[in-house]
């Protein structure tokens, strides 16, 4: 399955690839010269140390230029009382009796512990395109799942603070 990206997904990744190269590699570069002008290479974790954030850059940059050239553009405009990408959501899980918020995001944006859920997750999948009030059936696997209801939704956008994940 190709990862699925938003227009604004795809600016961000652009930048981060930008500043990447034209900041980050720069600095990384200027800090293998500066620890390998200290002497004894092997004994040398400055140099070691310099080198492990160099690689780490440059495989950052290839991940990212990577997933741009392997994903799907996606729309993350919806019907207006419909559950869609980038709309906040609160929702009612009966097992539990509670009740929650999250936000429906791209996959490369998801984050559970601060509230954005995947549209390629269980939850994400399930109330994708349903409507406040409708009760819907969440799938874990085949012998598992539980039900939600959709109480509000909350028309918002991508925010400047939705970071792309890194790994």
Known sequence: MKNQLTE?????????????????????????KEAR???????????????????RNESRIRYLERLLKTSEI?????????VGLNNTVKLYFEDDDETE????????????????ISTESP?????????????VFVRVNDTAGYHVVIQ???KTSDEDNDKIRSF
């Open 37 to 55: 002008a200290h002497g004894d290479l092997s004994e040398n974790f400055e140099y070691h140390a310099a080198k492990k954030d160099k690689n």
């Open 152 to 154: 509000q939704i909350e």
């Open 74 to 82: 996606v729309r993350d405009n919806s019907g207006e009382d419909e």
């Open 123 to 135: 939850i994400g999948r399930a109330i994708l395109g349903h409507k406040a009030g409708e009760r």
């Open 8 to 32: 604004q997904d795809v600016k961000k990744i652009q930048e981060e690839i930008e500043h990447r190269k034209l900041v980050v590699r720069k600095e990384a570069l200027e800090a293998v």
């Open 101 to 116: 918020t999250f936000k429906l995001v791209t996959s490369i944006r998801g984050n559970s512990l601060d509230g954005k």
